[in-house]
């Protein structure tokens, strides 16, 4: 059951920025933890980045140094920053998100297309 609500994606030129929002503002549960998944045409979905709950930070190695995952606690909304993109980030983006209970819910997607 999707229970995030994603934004920020977009189309994007090579090089470009953009920052994608996980909410569960409104919702009754509060994101401990969390991962961002993407899947490309043709490609099965792969994880990105997580966040635990302790703040440890991971990244598939093909976006090192140019993604970044983070939470805003206050704000019980995940985030995900991504600079320099490439045309092969292009993907449906997804967040997932675990509360302190252990339920874990999906955002809808959020399309992020890199090309000139």
């Known amino acids: 059951q999707v229970r995030l609500v994603e934004s920020g994606g977009g189309l994007v030129q090579p090089g470009g920025s953009l920052r994608l929002s996980c909410a569960a503002s409104?919702?009754?549960?509060?994101?401990?933890?969390g991962d961002w998944f993407r899947r490309a045409p043709g490609k099965e979905r792969e994880l990105v980045a997580l966040?635990?709950?302790?703040?440890?930070?991971n990244y598939r190695d093909s976006v090192k140094g140019r993604f970044t995952i983070s939470r805003d606690n206050a704000a019980n909304t995940l985030y995900l920053q991504m600079n320099n993109l490439k045309p092969e980030d292009t993907a449906v983006y997804y967040c997932?998100?675990?509360?302190?209970?252990?339920?874990?819910?999906w955002g809808q997607g959020t399309q992020v297309t890199v090309s000139s």
């Open positions: 409104g919702s009754t549960f509060t994101i401990s933890a």
């Open positions: 966040i635990t709950r302790g703040g440890s930070k």
């Open positions: 997932h998100g675990e509360t302190w209970a252990g339920n874990a819910y």
